[in-house]
């Protein structure tokens, strides 16, 4: 499937800001699954300071502004074809050893309930609990947004009940690791029927699995990831794969707009989620 995307962040501040730094995760890489046929980053009110490869692989560029700066506009867009892989991304690659993935975060870091939830899943193998463990989040915990921030814990979307993708990324994250399964959370796209325009990125998370290699699993919308989905980052939680993160000096205050939209070429309906 080819798929048009453009994704589209505006910052505007009431008072100039005296310097950011921002971190820009928003170039898809081409890998199993994926192939990037163009893609460009544009910014205004900004300079791109540099371009590189982090430690998880994922392309980042690094832009800062200073002075009058009241207001900054990043827009990422281009095509990317897409395979539908039932979810298997495939081997291990890149600088970071695999073992890395057992380790915890803070926005990962179980609590009673995560580790309850580990123990009460069934399963011969361990794809059948990976399935069981994204069922069992897809049913507990419900998707609304406005409930829980960036800083939101897994244990504390659990406790709540309610969250994103976000909160069932790392949900899931947490207690595959607490299996001694290796767990890694992933942003990107997600092309959705019926909806033309979304307000985020979407994320969901992949365990490594014996004979398989890493494998998706989407728990917000309970299913492994198809030809509709975009990879943009990866790491060890959401600190390491968000779009666009970084620091800001000064006492302006931010309001912040984002739109996606993604949308299959050839098709005349747009289509997309958040």
Known sequence: MRLKITHTTEYTYDKPVQYSLQRLRLTPCIGPGQNVRSWNIKVDGAVVEAGYNDQFGNHVHLVSTEGETHAVNIVASGE???EDRTGVFGPHLGFVPLWLYL????????????????????????????????????????????????????????????GVCQDHAHIFISAARLLDIPARYISGYLMMNGVEQQVATHAWAEAHLPGLGWVGFDAANNMCPDDR?????????????????????????EDLNVTVVVEQQGQSQSQSQS
């Open 103 to 162: 380790r915890d975060t803070p926005l990962t870091k179980p609590g009673k309930l995560i580790h309850e939830l580990a123990r009460s899943l069934s399963g011969d193998n361990p794809l059948e609990v990976m399935h069981s463990l994204m069922n069992t989040i897809s049913e507990t915990v419900k998707y609304e947004t406005g409930m829980t921030t960036a800083t939101t814990t897994g244990e504390q979307a659990l406790e709540s009940g309610t």
């Open 229 to 253: 989905y975009v990879r943009l980052a990866t790491g060890l939680c959401y600190e390491d794969a968000a779009p666009i993160s970084g620091m800001r000096f000064g006492a302006s205050g």
């Open 80 to 82: 990317v074809e897409t």
